[in-house]
T-cell receptor, first 116, second 114 residues
């Protein structure tokens, strides 16, 4: 089946630094990618939708200047958490839509961010 | 806007018991897709099933079965003869149309005790 890879799987950083998480579709072209955030023992909350070559659409309450999303190619989207703070510590999961074929959605393995 | 409700926060059963996880959804679209995912402690989402709004047939896959009822807007998931390895958080999700985002329910944490 289709594979979506996220990197890094986990990252620990100091408060105030920026962290970039990559989401790659390995064997299909992803016209649309979605970024989710999951706090401990909670559900996945959609943060933003990114379409290749255009600006991301953010959900209400998500700061676009803090969570920078770039979808520069059909196989790569990046989420940059800028000036990270401890409250940004969370599990970030991306998903990619195989727009050329079934339109099915595939999820990455997730990236666990811990901000000290 | 679509909405998914999983009223059961946590369920605990003993191995070999059957267990049903409830999912109720809300949508104004006539075309939508319902999903179930399993999330083990590792965090990765494991796809279990997708059902579109035009297909109300129930499905069975091994010990897993799903009951989709549009009349009650429900898409319940039953595990027969549960096993310890079934312990995980299970999410029900809804996508309005094939090209739209997916919204998740709050999840149900299932613990199967030996």
């Amino acid at each position: 089946g289709a594979v979506v890879s996220q990197h890094p799987s986990w990252v620990i950083c100091k408060s105030g630094t920026s962290v970039k998480i990559e989401c790659r579709s390995l064997d299909f072209q992803a016209t649309t990618m979605f970024w989710y955030r999951q706090f401990p023992k909670q559900s996945l909350m959609l943060m933003a939708t990114s379409n290749e070559g255009s600006k991301a659409t953010y959900e209400q309450g998500v700061e676009k200047d803090k969570f920078l999303i770039n979808h520069a190619s059909l196989t790569l989207s990046t989420l940059t958490v800028t000036s990270a703070h401890p409250e940004d510590s969370s599990f970030y999961i991306c998903s990619a839509r195989d727009g050329a074929n079934t339109g099915e959605l595939f999820f990455g393995e997730g990236s666990r961010l811990t901000v000290l | 806007a679509q909405k998914v409700t999983q009223a059961q926060t946590e369920i605990s059963v003993v191995e070999k018991e059957d267990v049903t996880l409830d999912c109720v959804y809300e949508t104004r679209d006539t075309t939508y897709y319902l999903f179930w995912y399993k999330q083990p402690p590792s965090g990765e989402l494991v796809f279990l099933i997708r059902r579109n709004s035009f297909d109300e047939q129930n499905e069975i896959s091994g010990r897993y079965s799903w009951n989709f009822q549009k009349s009650t807007s429900s898409f319940n998931f039953t595990i027969t003869a549960s096993q310890v390895v079934d312990s995980a958080v299970y999410f029900c999700a809804l996508s309005e149309g094939m090209n739209n985002d997916m919204r998740f329910g709050a999840g149900t944490r299932l613990t199967v005790k030996p």
